[in-house]
């Protein structure tokens, strides 16, 4: 480990997730494998078969709700506690298992999976059940809500906020992702380009790892907590 960051940016994917038993998209059994992609994770699919969607995320909701944080989740948390500098935790994952694992301040740019969102009113509300039943908005009354999901074609959340703190991060860490989505999969690079060192984390080599100062593949329940005790001790 270099010299002490003092402004980190870090964005994990579904790998970090892996662990606590909630699948991947792209692995051999992953998500996508069951719904093409186009049926289940983009608006055109939505409006196509609203029911198969509902399903498929109310399906995910579950899922998500029976998982538990593991090792990765809970030293993520620790270093929000405990790092005297500035860190910003981005997620592309829609499950709550870093703020179970102790993360308060999260930026789910893909949405998450325990929310629901009114088309009618654009109220958004904190969901753990089906929204298959059509259940009307507590807001507005309208039966008109979608999981808050970003989907293929949507814009994700906060991107400003992201673009911003990737700027001015002298250390950039990707955490159990394929890079294969952007505009995530491009961050490494804008963090690259405005001078910050950059640490890919993962199972196995991904489609960005050409882009990283420094890659160690391995199982996140091993290399995260390694890390973070890597970035606290030098602190
Ligand atoms: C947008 C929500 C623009 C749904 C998701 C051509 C070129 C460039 C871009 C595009 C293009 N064609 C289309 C696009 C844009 C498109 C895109 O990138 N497509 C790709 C497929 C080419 N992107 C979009 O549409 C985005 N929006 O561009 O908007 C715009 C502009 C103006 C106005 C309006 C719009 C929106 C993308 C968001 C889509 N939604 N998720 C859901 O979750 O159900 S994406 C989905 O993929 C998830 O969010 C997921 O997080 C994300 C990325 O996947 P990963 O997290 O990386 O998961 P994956 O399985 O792929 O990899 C897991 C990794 O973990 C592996 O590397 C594995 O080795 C590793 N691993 C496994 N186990 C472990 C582990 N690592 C450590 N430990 C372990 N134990």
């Not at 399906?59 to 929000?80: I, S």
């Not at 999260?106 to 629901?116: D, N, P, Q, R, Y």
């Not at 400003?160 to 860490?173: K, N, P, Q, T």
């Not at 955490?175 to 989505?181: D, E, K, R």
Request: aromatic share 8%.
């Amino acid at each position: 480990m270099a010299e002490l960051p003092k402004n980190i940016v870090i964005l994990t994917g579904a790998g970090i997730s892996a662990e606590s038993g909630l699948r991947t998209f792209r692995a051999e059994d992953g998500l996508w494998e069951d719904h093409p992609v186009q049926e289940v994770a983009t608006p055109e699919g939505f409006a196509r078969d609203p029911d198969l969607v509902q399903r498929f995320y109310d399906e995910r909701r579950a899922q998500v709700l029976a998982a538990q944080p593991n090792p990765a989740h809970e030293a993520l948390g620790r270093l929000e506690r405990e790092f005297a500098g500035e860190l910003l935790l981005v997620t592309q994952n829609i499950d709550d298992l870093h703020e179970r694992g102790g993360a308060s301040r999260v930026l789910h740019m893909h949405g998450e999976a325990l929310s629901a969102w009114c088309r009618a009113c654009d109220a958004r509300h904190p969901w753990q059940g089906t929204l298959r039943d059509g259940p009307g908005c507590p807001a507005c009354g309208e039966v008109a809500m979608r999981p808050d999901i970003v989907w293929f074609g949507e814009m994700p959340y906060q991107m400003e906020r992201i673009f911003d703190a990737l700027a001015g991060a002298d250390l950039f860490v990707s955490i159990g992702t394929s890079g294969a989505v952007y505009p995530a999969a491009g961050f490494v690079q804008q963090a690259g380009e405005h001078g910050a060192r950059t640490l890919e984390l993962n199972l196995e080599r991904s489609a960005g790892s050409h882009w990283f100062d420094e890659t160690r593949l391995g199982a996140a329940s091993e290399l995260v907590p390694q890390w973070v005790n890597e970035v606290l001790a030098a602190g």
